[in-house]
Antibody, heavy 121, light 107 residues
């Protein structure tokens, strides 16, 4: 069955970077797209970016442009999201989400379990 | 960006109740809308896509409707495991955007 298993919680200092991994099984990364969504404490869900197969490139939310990089290692079936120049407002649970591309940005059908990233001095 | 507005923000219901959550888009999105269930500390669960199609394995007690700007999620015969926060999301246009969530708790 499809599984997305994320790396464990991280504590980072302001200004540092964090790299969250998402290992998939039950399908291969080349079949479908991966997107990333986060949820800050007490807040709703916020889309960060993801791969668009129509354009063949990764699209990032404007808010994170220049600070986020999303990559994939097909040899290990693992997707990564790296966020740099961390600030306290980046404290959140980060989710990877599998996307079936039908129309627009596509349909999320499976989610990872989430990775808590805490940014604190 | 397309704004998604859910109502109500929260509701209290009893086991066995039928509940309806609405989601309004700031501009037309055809039927490019999904619904998700989220419980604290758990991964969100995808319930519905294309406004009214059930994701694989989702029970038929969940149903969705709407097109254009106005959408609804209905949950029939509410059970203890259904108490959660529900989000709508439009994927018609980049960036995909979520509603602010509707928390369904026990009356």
């Amino acid at each position: 069955q499809v599984q997305l298993v994320q790396s464990g919680a991280e504590v980072k200092k302001p200004g540092a970077s964090v790299k969250v991994s998402c290992k998939v099984s039950g399908y291969t990364l080349t079949e479908l797209s991966m997107h990333w969504v986060r949820q800050a404490p007490g807040k709703g869900l916020e889309w960060m970016g993801g791969f668009d197969p129509e354009d063949g490139e990764t699209i990032y939310a404007q808010k994170f442009q220049g600070r986020v990089t999303m990559t994939e290692d097909t040899s290990t079936e693992t997707a990564y999201m790296e966020l740099s120049s961390l600030r306290s407002e980046d404290t959140a649970v980060y989710y990877c989400a599998r996307v079936v591309h039908t129309y627009g940005s596509g349909v999320i059908d499976y989610w990872g379990q989430g990775t808590l990233v805490t940014v604190s001095s | 960006d397309i704004q998604m507005t859910q109502s109500p923000s929260s509701l209290s219901a009893s086991v066995g109740d039928r509940v309806t959550i609405t989601c309004r888009a700031s501009q037309g999105i055809s039927n490019s809308l999904g619904w998700f269930q989220h419980k604290p500390g758990k991964a969100p669960k995808s319930l519905i896509y294309a406004a009214s199609s059930l994701q694989s394995g989702v029970p038929s007690k969940f149903s969705g409707s709407g097109s254009g700007t106005d959408f609804t999620l209905t949950i029939n015969s509410l059970q203890p495991e259904d108490f959660a926060t529900y989000y709508c999301q439009q994927y018609n246009t980049y960036p995909p955007t979520f509603g602010q969530g509707t928390k369904v708790d026990i009356k």
